[in-house]
């Protein structure tokens, strides 16, 4: 096992540093110093991310979900999240958590006085984004966004490019237009209980060459391009960026992210773009619907550096009106789990250069049968030949079919290699997951209430 690890280090190494082809500039229009340098760092922080063993962290997930469900059928449950083992009973109260991201946090009457105890609920490969947890708290008390280089205080762009960690919330329900693409930096939570703030009919997020972030409780929708110029990325930098590209949310270079329970659809691009060899994200409790390009996990087959990538897409509803990419992905290791799919038009879950593609305990529900356009595959393999593609590792492990649905398996089950151990915990199986997604989206979490 340890020489496992170092050599898959030093592969991963000379594929991260050494690529052949210039990294693409994001819509940076000057790379300077300033970014050379948040490019240098974000990459070995994405390197100390990167787990050598991905199957571990899905073994661990899968041991808490089935942990929680046994404790929800009436007997008592060990869980263990972060290194610390709680006691989790069913629940006999008002609170509705039903996956052990919620459990975590949910059902504490006291959680608005507790809130950076979120924090400590993230699972799969995001497991140790903390965002702002060791910071202070700042309100967002204004929806304006009128100085892109000079933000107003008490706005959103004011909040996340101050320096040091620190827990954003907002102060009342609010809508933001954002007129440009808002730049954080890291060590941030963003953390919309409370109050119902959407980030609609603007710009997106874009979250680049940073660390350890945050995004909770929004809902997103109504994203266009915004047309670049003069943006603050920092409280001592600002540059000129081009036209952005209309994502909700834009992960580019990031190691350690967490996207828990917001709201998104209909987006100029993509809702979640995580390139640039970004790695230790997990996307969960999410809704989407009316979209048609979901999530781009790397934006190029030459793009080597994707190689660090490992990404955890758990409990989240995949709901009316979606197209494709639910995901799509490229090069590295990604965890589908426990997941509802429903009714996509032409995919659910694509690819190409050679990802490994773990689907365990979602539940697929096909589009109604149309002779001019068969949609009933969740997969989808682009740019290489039926001979290639079959030695990618697309593995289907307790997912449930409906409606004719069925996922084109490949790679050798039987040969032990990395990125597929014979002592991988089973997850459970997919009609689970309508429980464990129930309460997907951003969540009406009111102050003194149970959330």
Known sequence: ????????????????????????????????????????????????????????VNNHFNLLVDDLLVGMNGTKSNLRINGTRRNLRVNKGPCKATNPIDRCWRCRPKWTAERKRLADCALGFGQHTV??????????????????VYPTKGTLRHAVIQPGPLWIMFSRSMVIRLNQELIMTGDKTIDGRGANVHIAYGAGITIQYVKNVIIHGLHFHDIVSGSGGLIRDSVNHFGFRSRSDGDAISIYGLSNIWIDHNSMSNCKDGLIDAIEGSTGITISNNHFTNHNEVMLFGASDGNSKDAVMQITVAFNHFGNGLIQRMPRCRWGFFHVVNNVYRNWNMYAIGGSAHPTIISQGNRYTAPPSNPKHDAKQVTKRDYATESEWKKWTWRSEGDQMRNGAYFVQSGNSSKRRPYSRLDMIKAKPGHYAPILTRSAGALTCWRRRLC
């Not at 000379?14 to 693409?24: D, G, K, M, R, S």
């Open 1 to 56: 096992m340890v020489a496992f690890k170092s050599s898959s280090l030093v592969v991963l190494f000379f594929l991260f540093f050494t690529v052949i082809a210039p990294a693409i500039q994001a819509h940076i229009a000057k790379f300077d110093d300033y970014w050379k340098q948040r490019e240098a760092e974000a990459r070995v922080a994405a390197l100390e991310a990167y787990h050598p063993v991905p199957e571990d």
């Open 131 to 148: 965002g702002g947890k060791y910071g202070s708290y700042y309100f967002v008390t204004d929806p304006s966004d009128n100085d892109m």
